[in-house]
T-cell receptor, first 112, second 109 residues
């Protein structure tokens, strides 16, 4: 347990609505990441952060934005949810002696 | 574009069998290769490999990296039903992980 929580854990929303997912860590790690996981694709990086207010895009960033106003929280926002954004979303932090990444419990998002 | 390819995509074995999972990669600025195990929840970290030819072991699991041929293997010996999971390979460049699609291992009693 790397001290990572995600909220909500499950959410069903309608197409076109904005959605915000929260990742919270308790151990002051500098790097935080948002991934989505879909069958056949493994995990794909959406956005990552390397410090407060420092963020950058990953490989599947279209339709997503992020914010990090304090070290412990990294927010992922779907500006206008689409059915293609139905997925399981994982937050991760970079930690450990070799800077490996550790994952939160995930949020299952369904867009109807 | 970074690429990580795992094979096979899935396999079914019986308890006691040995399993070999493959991971090949093409990435820029390679730092290390990581293996994760994922049951019905978040991936959990297994190994990180940085140097060629040095085997990492943890119980019945072992892994080795070949940086010249750009691949890694993960072996599971004397498999148990608790080894049933998706095994994910990922390659770390300076700041991000690129994941393969995973290998689903099913161990039958």
């Amino acid at each position: 347990d790397a001290g990572i929580t995600q909220s909500p854990r499950h959410k069903v929303t309608e197409t076109g609505t904005p959605v915000t997912l929260r990742c919270h860590q308790t151990e002051n790690h500098r790097y935080m990441y948002w991934y989505r996981q879909d069958p056949g694709h493994g995990l794909r990086l959406i956005h990552y952060s390397y410090g407060v207010k420092d963020t950058d895009k990953g490989e599947v960033s279209d339709g997503y934005s992020v914010s990090r106003s304090k070290t412990e929280d990294f927010l992922l926002t779907l500006e206008s949810a689409t059915s293609s954004q139905t997925s399981v979303y994982f937050c991760a932090i970079r930690a450990g002696p070799s800077y490996e990444q550790y994952f939160g419990p995930g949020t299952r998002l369904t867009v109807t | 574009e970074d690429k990580v390819v795992q094979s096979p995509l899935s396999l079914v074995v019986h308890e006691g069998d040995t399993v070999t999972l493959n991971c090949s990669y093409e990435v820029t600025n390679f730092r290390s290769l990581l293996w994760y195990k994922q049951e019905k929840k978040a991936p959990t970290f297994l190994f990180m490999l940085t140097s060629s030819g040095i085997e990492k072991k943890s119980g019945r699991l072992s892994s080795i990296l070949d940086k010249k041929e750009l691949f890694s293997i993960l072996n599971i010996t004397a498999t148990q039903t608790g080894d049933s999971a998706i095994y994910l390979c990922a390659v770390l460049n300076d700041y991000k992980l690129s994941f393969g699609a995973g290998t689903t291992v099913t161990v039958r009693a």
